[in-house]
């Protein structure tokens, strides 16, 4: 089985901390991760393909400096890796990121695509269903499991109140919960070997035929970002320093205040 | 011309989910500042009679695909549906409640009639741009929930978002208004159903919906360990509530994951919220600021949550809600025999 991984490398945002005086973000020294719910979809990759054989190639579109992600991957065990990366790339939504990855895909073949739910930094979980979109193949999201059923799989799907066992064939793109698979450490032969190897790289010239190039970027993004701001802190209240019993008393009067009782 | 509000009404086992009805709510606003329509749309089998709910809740016109094919969700059935709709009716904004099954199809579809699509919203308005006129603003959580960001969709139809469940306020439901359902007819192939559902298991366990509760009580690593949750599930009762908890405690099996409130839990907005040995992380706090009135207890007169609270109680949660309770029962019983 061809099995391809879509990873994204995305600041750890649990490290992320307001500075207090200027109420923005402080980046720096904030280490990057292979984003959690694609690193299980790698995990599960390695497992499809210990029962199957076949191939696990990584895809990552990013800055040069994805390279790291995509080498932690060779060292988890992924074949080979590919790095979609161009100055024309940046600045892309959902939808000409979605773009981009299909057209990188196509110069693949493959079976299955595993990409993560969602990523940590952006929240959108938008890029895989539209990946899918854009190669017409079917889309099974939220998988907590996969088993291979001869050319199909068998995912189960999860919901908030229930969960639904999904036949599908391939080609089939599959969108990992974190809880699909716990990720493998990387062995020191893995690193040694993830150095050895080469990251393949695809720019705008090795993939224009792939893709609408008003489509990408942010001249091809439907959305963009009209500003970006830090949440308005809602405006603290008293605090009290007193006993329990007159700290009881100041929120039962507080209660009977509002109507809560 | 592009216009009017299309609401995703989803429905589960034929039922129509509340988010929906959240969603209509707000769209009334902003179908105000448009001077355009609400339309309520509903996609599923044998959910025509369902559907007449939404003109309770303040939809303009509604509009269904019913049809067997869209029984239990598929992601191109449902796909297929949506897009006929959006073909014929050309609508201005779409949205959809950011559940599991808006948060499949929507970006499906966004890409299929090529548009934008924001996720998980937790803010809409109508702002006037000078190129374009009147924009649908979309505001969203970003890094987890440490900045937000506003998002436009300005040459591209529908605008299309995904709005957080339980973030807007469904209008109150008024049993007089009815209408017509307009039906929206789709021709289903085999080829459509490309997936195929070989089970379907609902949660046995009946799974406490936070979002729905009018009171929290909610506990965080302060209150010691799960017997914790015991104090506060008393105290919970007396206030006619249901605790809640923080992502430290489920991440230290105490709790229960659905109970969650925060970026990773849920979003909830009760008319009390009373946080207990809660520090107030911005991850925490994302998920319960709209709360009505916040009544924090917390040991560290410096900890976050008094920043967003208003009444803080520096205190031992454990000493102080052992009395709180006593406190209520005694309120209560008084109460009764008056």
Request: charged residues 25%; hydrophobic residues 40%.
């Amino acid at each position: 089985m061809k099995i391809v991984v879509c990873i994204k490398q995305v600041p750890d945002t649990t490290e992320v901390k307001l500075d207090p005086k200027t109420n923005t973000l402080i980046r720096d020294g904030v280490p990057s991760i292979i984003n959690p719910d694609d690193k299980a979809g790698i995990e599960a990759a390695l497992q499809l393909k210990e029962q199957t054989g076949g191939t696990v190639t990584v895809v990552c579109m990013g800055p040069p400096q994805a390279d790291v992600a995509l080498r932690e991957a060779l060292a988890m065990g992924c074949d080979d890796a590919i790095l979609l990366s161009d100055r024309a790339f940046g600045g892309s939504d959902t939808f000409a990121t979605a773009t981009i990855i299909a057209a990188g895909l196509k110069t693949l073949d493959f079976d299955v695509i595993i990409t993560g739910r969602q990523a940590i930094d952006g929240d959108t979980a938008q890029v895989g269903p539209q990946i899918a979109e854009q190669l017409h193949i079917p889309q099974v999201s939220y998988a907590e499991d996969i088993k291979v059923d001869g050319k199909a799989l068998i995912v189960k799907r999860q919901f908030e109140d229930r969960y639904h066992m999904i036949k599908v064939q391939t080609p089939c793109l599959i969108t990992a919960l974190s809880e699909l698979a716990k990720p493998r450490y990387m062995t020191v032969s893995g690193i040694v070997d993830a150095y050895e190897k080469e990251v393949k790289v695809l720019g705008f010239e090795d993939l224009k035929n792939n893709f609408d190039p008003a489509n990408i970027g942010l001249k091809g993004s439907p959305t963009n970002v009209y500003k970006s701001f830090t949440k308005q802190a809602k405006g603290a209240g008293t605090v009290l320093n007193v006993t329990a019993d007159e700290a009881v008393q100041a929120i039962m009067d507080k209660l009977v205040e509002k109507h809560i009782i | 011309m592009s216009k009017d509000i299309y609401v995703i009404a989803e429905q589960r086992d034929g039922k129509l989910a509340k988010v929906g009805k959240e969603l209509i709510g707000e769209a009334t606003k902003l179908a105000a500042d448009l001077g355009e329509k609400v339309v309520g749309v509903v996609l599923g089998s044998g959910i025509t009679e369902e559907a007449k709910n939404l003109y309770k809740y303040g939809a303009d016109e509604v509009v269904v695909v019913d049809d067997p094919a869209l029984a239990i969700y598929m992601t191109e059935p449902y796909a297929k549906a949506l897009t006929a709709v959006i073909k014929e009716c050309d609508p201005n904004v779409v949205l959809f409640g950011a559940t599991s099954i808006g948060r499949d199809l929507a970006p499906r579809v966004a890409g299929r009639v090529h548009t934008g699509l924001t996720a998980d919203c937790t803010g809409l308005s109508i702002i006037e741009d000078e190129e374009v006129g009147k924009l649908l603003a979309m505001t969203r959580p970003a890094f987890g929930g440490n900045i937000m960001a506003t998002i436009l969709c300005k040459h591209h139809r529908p605008q299309m978002a995904t709005v957080r469940p339980g973030v807007m306020a469904a209008l109150k439901k008024d049993d007089s208004k009815t209408g017509e359902v307009k039906a929206i007819k789709v021709e289903f192939t085999d080829a459509d159903k490309n997936v195929e559902i070989l089970e379907e298991v609902k949660a046995t366990k009946k799974i406490v919906d936070i979002t729905e509760a009018k009171v929290l009580v909610s506990g965080g690593r302060g209150i010691g360990g799960p017997e914790g949750f015991d104090m506060l599930k008393e105290c919970a009762v007396e206030l006619g509530g249901e605790i809640s908890s923080s992502r430290a405690c489920v991440d230290a099996g105490w709790i229960e994951s659905a109970r969650q409130v925060g970026q990773t839990g849920k979003t909830v907005r009760p008319n009390l919220y009373l946080a207990c040995g809660i520090s107030g992380a911005i991850q925490h706090v994302a998920g319960m600021e709209s709360s009505e009135l916040v009544i924090a207890i917390n040991k560290n007169d410096t900890a976050a949550i008094f920043g967003v609270s208003d009444l803080g109680i520096v205190g031992d949660c454990k000493v102080i809600i052992p009395k709180l309770t006593e406190a209520l029962k005694k309120y209560n019983a008084e109460k009764e025999s008056n």
